[in-house]
Protein backbone atom coordinates (compact mmCIF):
# COMPACT_ATOMS: atom_id res chain seq x y z
CA UNK A 1 0.00 0.00 0.00
CA UNK A 2 1.18 3.41 -0.62
CA UNK A 3 1.80 5.42 2.82
CA UNK A 4 -0.42 8.04 3.43
CA UNK A 5 0.89 12.25 2.59
CA UNK A 6 0.83 14.30 5.28
CA UNK A 7 -0.02 17.80 3.67
CA UNK A 8 0.44 20.90 5.74
CA UNK A 9 -1.97 24.30 5.30
CA UNK A 10 0.14 27.15 4.25
CA UNK A 11 0.47 29.92 6.63
CA UNK A 12 -0.71 32.43 4.18
CA UNK A 13 -4.18 30.33 3.76
CA UNK A 14 -4.54 29.85 7.63
CA UNK A 15 -3.97 33.36 7.88
CA UNK A 16 -6.69 34.13 5.20
CA UNK A 17 -9.12 31.68 7.01
CA UNK A 18 -8.90 33.15 10.68
CA UNK A 19 -9.15 36.70 8.98
CA UNK A 20 -11.85 35.74 6.79
CA UNK A 21 -14.16 37.42 9.07
CA UNK A 22 -12.41 40.57 9.40
CA UNK A 23 -12.92 41.94 5.92
CA UNK A 24 -10.89 39.36 3.76
CA UNK A 25 -11.93 37.01 1.25
CA UNK A 26 -12.99 33.78 2.70
CA UNK A 27 -10.47 30.59 1.82
CA UNK A 28 -11.92 27.44 1.73
CA UNK A 29 -9.15 24.40 3.25
CA UNK A 30 -7.45 22.59 1.66
CA UNK A 31 -8.73 18.57 1.69
CA UNK A 32 -6.78 16.33 3.64
CA UNK A 33 -4.70 13.83 1.12
CA UNK A 34 -5.81 10.37 1.53
CA UNK A 35 -4.82 7.18 -0.23
CA UNK A 36 -6.88 4.11 -1.39
CA UNK A 37 -5.31 0.57 -2.65
CA UNK A 38 -4.21 1.40 -6.24
CA UNK A 39 -4.02 -2.13 -7.44
CA UNK A 40 -6.33 -5.10 -6.76
CA UNK A 41 -5.66 -8.70 -8.20
CA UNK A 42 -8.40 -9.73 -7.78
CA UNK A 43 -11.43 -7.31 -9.08
CA UNK A 44 -14.08 -8.90 -6.47
CA UNK A 45 -12.30 -8.06 -3.48
CA UNK A 46 -13.31 -4.74 -1.60
CA UNK A 47 -11.19 -1.69 -2.12
CA UNK A 48 -9.00 -1.17 0.94
CA UNK A 49 -10.73 1.77 3.19
CA UNK A 50 -9.26 5.59 2.41
CA UNK A 51 -6.54 5.69 4.95
CA UNK A 52 -7.24 8.79 7.99
CA UNK A 53 -4.65 11.48 7.82
CA UNK A 54 -2.95 12.16 11.23
CA UNK A 55 -4.13 14.66 12.82
CA UNK A 56 -2.25 17.12 15.41
CA UNK A 57 -4.59 17.33 18.15
CA UNK A 58 -5.05 19.76 21.13
CA UNK A 59 -6.66 20.00 24.16
CA UNK A 60 -8.73 23.69 25.56
CA UNK A 61 -9.34 24.02 28.75
CA UNK A 62 -11.99 26.43 29.36
CA UNK A 63 -11.34 27.23 33.40
CA UNK A 64 -13.91 26.66 36.16
CA UNK A 65 -17.47 26.21 35.29
CA UNK A 66 -20.92 27.34 35.54
CA UNK A 67 -21.87 25.10 38.72
CA UNK A 68 -19.59 26.10 40.71
CA UNK A 69 -21.06 28.50 42.72
CA UNK A 70 -23.81 26.40 43.80
CA UNK A 71 -21.51 23.67 44.96
CA UNK A 72 -18.96 24.83 47.28
CA UNK A 73 -18.35 21.30 48.69
CA UNK A 74 -17.40 20.07 46.05
CA UNK A 75 -14.87 22.95 44.74
CA UNK A 76 -13.33 23.57 48.37
CA UNK A 77 -12.28 19.88 48.59
CA UNK A 78 -8.15 19.73 48.78
CA UNK A 79 -6.82 18.20 45.75
CA UNK A 80 -2.84 18.12 44.59
CA UNK A 81 -1.36 20.69 43.56
CA UNK A 82 1.66 19.32 41.51
CA UNK A 83 4.28 20.44 43.70
CA UNK A 84 3.76 18.29 46.89
CA UNK A 85 0.79 20.33 48.42
CA UNK A 86 -3.02 20.62 47.96
CA UNK A 87 -5.32 23.61 46.79
CA UNK A 88 -8.63 23.79 46.58
CA UNK A 89 -10.75 21.36 43.91
CA UNK A 90 -11.72 24.44 42.12
CA UNK A 91 -13.09 28.00 42.41
CA UNK A 92 -15.66 29.98 41.01
CA UNK A 93 -13.98 32.46 38.50
CA UNK A 94 -14.38 36.02 38.64
CA UNK A 95 -17.08 38.05 36.66
CA UNK A 96 -17.28 42.25 35.62
CA UNK A 97 -18.93 44.41 37.47
CA UNK A 98 -21.88 44.38 35.52
CA UNK A 99 -21.91 40.61 36.55
CA UNK A 100 -20.94 38.84 33.72
CA UNK A 101 -18.96 35.21 34.45
CA UNK A 102 -15.86 34.30 33.62
CA UNK A 103 -16.83 30.79 33.44
CA UNK A 104 -19.20 31.94 30.32
CA UNK A 105 -16.42 34.02 28.28
CA UNK A 106 -14.26 31.41 28.79
CA UNK A 107 -16.44 28.28 27.69
CA UNK A 108 -17.39 30.58 24.70
CA UNK A 109 -13.71 30.94 23.59
CA UNK A 110 -12.85 28.12 23.93
CA UNK A 111 -15.51 26.72 21.53
CA UNK A 112 -14.53 29.46 19.09
CA UNK A 113 -10.83 28.65 19.16
CA UNK A 114 -11.94 24.42 18.72
CA UNK A 115 -14.19 25.92 15.37
CA UNK A 116 -11.16 27.79 13.70
CA UNK A 117 -8.49 24.49 14.90
CA UNK A 118 -10.81 22.02 13.08
CA UNK A 119 -11.41 24.57 10.30
CA UNK A 120 -7.26 24.56 10.02
CA UNK A 121 -6.84 20.86 10.38
CA UNK A 122 -6.19 20.40 14.04
CA UNK A 123 -8.19 18.43 16.27
CA UNK A 124 -10.21 19.83 18.87
CA UNK A 125 -10.44 18.54 22.92
CA UNK A 126 -12.47 20.35 25.83
CA UNK A 127 -11.60 19.49 29.54
CA UNK A 128 -15.55 19.90 29.74
CA UNK A 129 -18.50 19.31 28.46
CA UNK A 130 -20.43 22.43 28.79
CA UNK A 131 -20.66 25.34 31.01
CA UNK A 132 -23.52 24.26 33.77
CA UNK A 133 -21.73 21.81 35.30
CA UNK A 134 -18.82 21.24 38.45
CA UNK A 135 -15.46 20.54 37.58
CA UNK A 136 -13.14 18.80 36.75
CA UNK A 137 -10.68 19.55 39.73
CA UNK A 138 -7.35 21.50 38.94
CA UNK A 139 -5.19 18.56 39.40
CA UNK A 140 -7.39 16.36 36.55
CA UNK A 141 -7.71 18.97 34.23
CA UNK A 142 -3.92 19.17 33.68
CA UNK A 143 -3.70 15.06 33.60
CA UNK A 144 -5.90 14.86 31.28
CA UNK A 145 -3.43 15.99 28.50
CA UNK A 146 -1.03 12.93 28.74
CA UNK A 147 -4.45 11.01 29.26
CA UNK A 148 -5.62 12.20 26.02
CA UNK A 149 -2.40 11.91 24.29
CA UNK A 150 -2.44 15.28 22.98
CA UNK A 151 -0.07 17.56 21.53
CA UNK A 152 -0.54 20.45 24.07
CA UNK A 153 -2.95 21.77 26.66
CA UNK A 154 -3.96 25.34 26.66
CA UNK A 155 -6.08 26.93 29.25
CA UNK A 156 -8.43 29.95 28.70
CA UNK A 157 -9.49 32.59 31.42
CA UNK A 158 -10.10 36.24 32.65
CA UNK A 159 -8.51 38.06 34.98
CA UNK A 160 -10.14 39.39 38.01
CA UNK A 161 -7.45 42.14 39.25
CA UNK A 162 -7.73 45.79 40.51
CA UNK A 163 -9.69 48.00 37.87
CA UNK A 164 -6.51 50.54 36.71
CA UNK A 165 -4.69 47.30 34.78
CA UNK A 166 -5.10 46.04 31.72
CA UNK A 167 -4.21 43.98 29.32
CA UNK A 168 -3.11 40.08 28.94
CA UNK A 169 -0.14 38.00 30.36
CA UNK A 170 0.36 33.97 29.28
CA UNK A 171 1.45 31.64 32.26
CA UNK A 172 3.56 28.95 31.96
CA UNK A 173 4.78 26.51 34.49
CA UNK A 174 8.13 27.12 36.07
CA UNK A 175 10.46 25.29 37.69
CA UNK A 176 10.01 22.89 35.24
CA UNK A 177 8.91 19.25 36.63
CA UNK A 178 9.30 17.26 33.54
CA UNK A 179 10.45 17.69 29.68
CA UNK A 180 7.46 19.22 28.24
CA UNK A 181 6.77 21.81 31.29
CA UNK A 182 9.93 23.15 30.14
CA UNK A 183 11.26 24.63 26.85
CA UNK A 184 8.25 23.37 25.01
CA UNK A 185 5.88 24.87 27.35
CA UNK A 186 8.06 28.32 26.96
CA UNK A 187 8.00 28.00 23.18
CA UNK A 188 3.96 27.80 23.62
CA UNK A 189 3.48 30.33 25.80
CA UNK A 190 5.54 32.28 23.52
CA UNK A 191 3.62 31.97 20.35
CA UNK A 192 0.39 32.87 21.92
CA UNK A 193 2.26 36.07 23.00
CA UNK A 194 3.29 36.73 20.08
CA UNK A 195 -0.12 36.12 18.56
CA UNK A 196 -1.93 38.01 21.04
CA UNK A 197 0.91 41.15 20.85
CA UNK A 198 0.45 40.94 17.12
CA UNK A 199 -3.59 41.01 16.94
CA UNK A 200 -3.00 44.76 18.76
CA UNK A 201 -3.93 43.28 21.95
CA UNK A 202 -2.26 45.04 24.84
CA UNK A 203 -0.22 43.43 27.00
CA UNK A 204 -0.43 43.19 30.77
CA UNK A 205 0.15 46.29 33.12
CA UNK A 206 0.06 44.74 36.02
CA UNK A 207 1.19 41.09 36.05
CA UNK A 208 4.38 39.63 34.20
CA UNK A 209 6.82 41.10 31.90
CA UNK A 210 6.25 41.24 27.92
CA UNK A 211 2.86 39.79 28.48
CA UNK A 212 4.42 36.52 30.12
CA UNK A 213 4.24 35.20 33.70
CA UNK A 214 5.81 31.71 34.90
CA UNK A 215 4.09 30.26 38.00
CA UNK A 216 4.81 27.46 40.24
CA UNK A 217 1.34 27.49 41.84
CA UNK A 218 -1.39 26.39 39.44
CA UNK A 219 -2.60 22.51 39.65
CA UNK A 220 -3.21 22.30 36.12
CA UNK A 221 0.22 23.64 34.79
CA UNK A 222 2.30 21.64 37.32
CA UNK A 223 0.34 18.13 36.73
CA UNK A 224 0.19 18.02 32.75
CA UNK A 225 2.80 15.98 31.08
CA UNK A 226 2.22 17.63 27.82
CA UNK A 227 3.33 21.41 26.63
CA UNK A 228 0.81 23.83 28.85
CA UNK A 229 0.02 27.49 28.85
CA UNK A 230 -2.54 29.63 30.19
CA UNK A 231 -4.05 32.47 29.01
CA UNK A 232 -5.56 35.77 31.00
CA UNK A 233 -7.12 37.32 27.67
CA UNK A 234 -8.28 40.26 30.00
CA UNK A 235 -8.88 41.97 33.15
CA UNK A 236 -12.23 42.01 33.93
CA UNK A 237 -12.82 44.16 36.32
CA UNK A 238 -11.19 46.99 34.09
CA UNK A 239 -13.86 48.62 32.73
CA UNK A 240 -12.80 48.98 29.05
CA UNK A 241 -11.82 45.33 29.05
CA UNK A 242 -15.00 44.56 30.55
CA UNK A 243 -16.91 45.86 27.31
CA UNK A 244 -14.55 43.63 25.31
CA UNK A 245 -15.20 40.40 26.94
CA UNK A 246 -18.99 40.98 27.26
CA UNK A 247 -19.19 41.21 23.91
CA UNK A 248 -19.20 38.47 20.92
CA UNK A 249 -16.63 40.55 18.79
CA UNK A 250 -14.53 40.97 21.63
CA UNK A 251 -14.58 37.04 22.31
CA UNK A 252 -14.04 36.03 18.49
CA UNK A 253 -11.01 38.39 18.47
CA UNK A 254 -9.38 36.63 21.48
CA UNK A 255 -10.12 33.24 19.78
CA UNK A 256 -9.18 34.80 16.52
CA UNK A 257 -5.46 35.45 18.03
CA UNK A 258 -5.25 32.50 20.66
CA UNK A 259 -5.68 29.86 17.42
CA UNK A 260 -3.11 31.73 15.57
CA UNK A 261 -0.37 31.30 18.36
CA UNK A 262 -1.42 27.50 18.49
CA UNK A 263 -0.92 26.87 15.19
CA UNK A 264 1.84 28.74 15.28
CA UNK A 265 3.40 26.27 17.82
CA UNK A 266 2.25 23.36 16.35
CA UNK A 267 4.19 24.62 12.83
CA UNK A 268 7.15 23.93 15.09
CA UNK A 269 7.01 20.71 15.62
CA UNK A 270 8.47 17.63 14.21
CA UNK A 271 6.47 15.47 10.87
CA UNK A 272 3.23 13.74 12.79
CA UNK A 273 4.45 10.08 11.72
CA UNK A 274 8.18 10.81 12.34
CA UNK A 275 10.34 8.91 15.32
CA UNK A 276 10.79 12.87 16.67
CA UNK A 277 7.41 13.00 17.39
CA UNK A 278 6.96 10.79 20.07
CA UNK A 279 5.94 11.74 23.30
CA UNK A 280 7.77 11.38 26.51
CA UNK A 281 5.43 11.08 29.49
CA UNK A 282 8.87 11.42 31.57
CA UNK A 283 8.87 12.99 35.32
CA UNK A 284 12.69 14.71 34.74
CA UNK A 285 12.89 18.24 35.84
CA UNK A 286 14.50 20.72 33.62
CA UNK A 287 13.92 22.57 30.45
CA UNK A 288 15.10 19.92 28.12
CA UNK A 289 14.97 21.42 24.84
CA UNK A 290 13.27 18.43 22.96
CA UNK A 291 9.45 18.76 21.98
CA UNK A 292 6.92 16.72 23.40
CA UNK A 293 4.63 16.78 20.39
CA UNK A 294 2.77 14.95 18.29
CA UNK A 295 -0.49 13.10 19.07
CA UNK A 296 -1.60 9.48 18.26
CA UNK A 297 -5.55 9.22 16.76
CA UNK A 298 -6.27 6.78 19.28
CA UNK A 299 -6.82 9.04 22.65
CA UNK A 300 -9.57 9.14 25.24
CA UNK A 301 -12.46 10.94 26.07
CA UNK A 302 -15.95 10.38 24.55
CA UNK A 303 -17.07 12.27 21.52
CA UNK A 304 -19.64 14.82 21.61
CA UNK A 305 -21.21 17.55 19.40
CA UNK A 306 -20.46 21.09 21.19
CA UNK A 307 -23.22 23.80 19.76
CA UNK A 308 -21.92 27.22 20.01
CA UNK A 309 -24.27 29.16 22.34
CA UNK A 310 -24.06 32.85 19.85
CA UNK A 311 -24.37 33.01 15.92
CA UNK A 312 -22.82 34.92 13.14
CA UNK A 313 -19.47 35.16 15.04
CA UNK A 314 -17.62 31.66 15.08
CA UNK A 315 -15.46 30.50 12.34
CA UNK A 316 -18.04 28.97 9.17
CA UNK A 317 -17.36 27.39 5.82
CA UNK A 318 -18.08 29.53 3.18
CA UNK A 319 -21.22 30.09 1.58
CA UNK A 320 -19.26 28.42 -2.05
CA UNK A 321 -18.19 25.33 -0.02
CA UNK A 322 -21.46 23.46 -1.42
CA UNK A 323 -20.21 24.34 -5.02
CA UNK A 324 -16.49 22.41 -4.51
CA UNK A 325 -15.45 18.69 -3.33
CA UNK A 326 -13.98 19.62 -0.34
CA UNK A 327 -16.09 17.83 2.96
CA UNK A 328 -17.69 20.43 5.36
CA UNK A 329 -15.77 21.07 8.03
CA UNK A 330 -17.16 19.35 11.33
CA UNK A 331 -18.47 20.87 14.13
CA UNK A 332 -17.52 18.49 16.33
CA UNK A 333 -15.49 19.40 19.59
CA UNK A 334 -14.16 16.38 21.21
CA UNK A 335 -15.16 16.10 25.33
CA UNK A 336 -13.92 14.31 28.14
CA UNK A 337 -17.19 13.13 29.63
CA UNK A 338 -15.37 10.62 31.91
CA UNK A 339 -13.94 13.42 34.58
CA UNK A 340 -16.78 15.01 35.34
CA UNK A 341 -16.42 16.08 38.55
CA UNK A 342 -14.10 18.70 39.87
CA UNK A 343 -13.26 22.16 38.14
CA UNK A 344 -11.12 24.00 36.15
CA UNK A 345 -6.95 25.41 36.29
CA UNK A 346 -8.17 27.88 38.16
CA UNK A 347 -6.97 31.49 38.98
CA UNK A 348 -8.91 34.39 40.22
CA UNK A 349 -11.92 33.85 42.44
CA UNK A 350 -14.92 35.35 42.63
CA UNK A 351 -13.44 38.34 44.96
CA UNK A 352 -10.04 38.92 42.79
CA UNK A 353 -7.08 37.12 42.23
CA UNK A 354 -4.30 36.12 44.73
CA UNK A 355 -0.57 35.29 42.70
CA UNK A 356 2.63 33.95 43.55
CA UNK A 357 5.11 35.99 41.62
CA UNK A 358 7.37 33.44 40.92
CA UNK A 359 10.52 33.78 38.43
CA UNK A 360 12.70 31.01 36.97
CA UNK A 361 16.28 32.41 36.91
CA UNK A 362 16.96 28.89 35.27
CA UNK A 363 15.25 29.82 32.27
CA UNK A 364 14.18 33.70 30.43
CA UNK A 365 11.45 34.37 28.62
CA UNK A 366 12.00 35.80 25.02
CA UNK A 367 11.32 39.10 24.38
CA UNK A 368 8.23 39.57 22.22
CA UNK A 369 8.82 39.87 18.30
CA UNK A 370 9.08 42.87 16.85
CA UNK A 371 7.06 41.13 13.91
CA UNK A 372 3.39 41.22 14.40
CA UNK A 373 2.58 37.61 13.75
CA UNK A 374 -1.20 38.44 11.87
CA UNK A 375 -1.97 41.95 10.79
CA UNK A 376 -3.92 43.95 13.44
CA UNK A 377 -7.57 42.66 13.63
CA UNK A 378 -10.85 44.33 13.41
CA UNK A 379 -11.85 46.59 15.99
CA UNK A 380 -15.04 46.76 18.21
CA UNK A 381 -16.51 49.63 16.64
CA UNK A 382 -16.42 53.87 17.33
CA UNK A 383 -13.09 55.60 17.36
CA UNK A 384 -11.39 54.03 19.90
CA UNK A 385 -8.28 52.46 20.05
CA UNK A 386 -7.81 47.90 20.21
CA UNK A 387 -9.86 46.53 22.17
CA UNK A 388 -9.19 46.96 25.86
CA UNK A 389 -6.00 50.16 24.99
Not at 11 to 22: D, I
Not at 38 to 43: G, L, M, Q, T
Not at 135 to 148: I, L, N, S, T, Y
Not at 327 to 339: L, N, Q
Request: aromatic share 2%.
Amino acid sequence: MTPARRTTLPLLAVLAVLLAGCGGEPVQPAPTASVTNPAAADSAAPAAPAAAAVKRTVLLDPGHNGGNATHSAEINKKVPDGRGGTKPCNTTGTSTDAGYPEHKFNWDVALRVGELLLANGVNAKLTRTDDTGIGPCVDVRGEMAAKMNVDAEISIHADGAAPAGYGFHVAYPRPALNTAQGAPSLALATALRDALHGSGLPESTYIGKSGLFPRSDLAGLNTSKRPIALVECANMRNPKEAVTVSNPVGRARYAQAITVGILAWLATLPPVNSAAAKHTDDSNSGTDSSDAGSTDAGSTGTSGAVTHPSSGTGAKAPASAAKKSTPAVPRKITTDSGTSSGTGTGTASSGGTNRSDTTDSAATAPPRSKKPAVPELSKLGGSGGPLGG
